[in-house]
């Protein structure tokens, strides 16, 4: 805990620094949707079959999934909003699956230059973990199967950091990349890893 706390307050101090800025208020709204890739790993952990043996499990490979964001602006360097994605990675001889559902609250640091606007942000919320696993090969599509399905709650910081181009006054490229991390009870089927997301942003600014 006292790690997550040491990282809260390093992570925040900008937003500090910033908060000093006079001249809040509401300044405008954007949202958008985005798609995104990455590359995960859980640590080992072991499923049991219908006769109690042990099978050790770990998922490991390429996630994907969509999402999407909607922020209001409280000046020309802070805005605030709230965000919502899922995301799949499907690993495994046998095509077992790890969904993730999340969303939360947004808090987004900007330093606009020309058309650039790069940016750090943080989002807090929770989520859930549904994983399926399949712990015998089907061997045809009638075939009535062994699987095992559990879901796990999430408690989340998702640090993010990216840019956006502006391509006009209301309509911008938004790229960015960040990392899940599950912060109370962490269960070893958890997957971690980056995802880099891609979409566009649209805007309506005072």
């Known amino acids: 805990m006292q790690k997550i706390l040491h990282f809260i307050f390093i992570y925040s101090f900008p937003f500090l620094v910033f908060s000093q800025e006079k001249n809040w208020g509401y300044k405008g709204y954007s949202g958008g949707m985005f798609i995104h890739f990455g590359y995960v790993q859980s640590k080992h952990f072991p499923v049991f079959d219908l006769q109690g043996n042990e099978i050790e499990q770990q998922i490991k490979g390429l996630t994907f999934g969509l999402g999407g964001k909607m922020s ?100 911008s490229l938004l790229f960015k990349m960040d990392y899940l991390l599950n912060i109370y009870n962490t269960h070893p089927s958890y997957p971690q890893g980056v995802r880099f997301y891609l979409g566009v942003h649209f805007s309506s600014k005072k």
């Open 72 to 171: 209001i602006y409280l000046n020309r360097h802070f805005r605030v909003g709230g965000e919502g994605y899922f995301t799949t990675c499907t690993y495994g001889s046998y095509k077992n699956s790890c969904r993730i559902g999340w969303g939360g609250a947004t808090f987004d640091l900007l330093y606009p230059v020309k058309r650039w606007v790069p940016f750090i942000g943080i989002t807090v919320g929770g989520g859930s973990a549904t994983n399926l696993i399949f712990i015998e090969k089907p061997l045809n599509n009638n075939e009535a199967l062994s699987v095992i399905y559990f879901k796990k709650p999430l408690y989340i910081l998702n640090p993010a950091i990216g840019v956006e181009f502006l391509t006009s006054s209301r309509i």
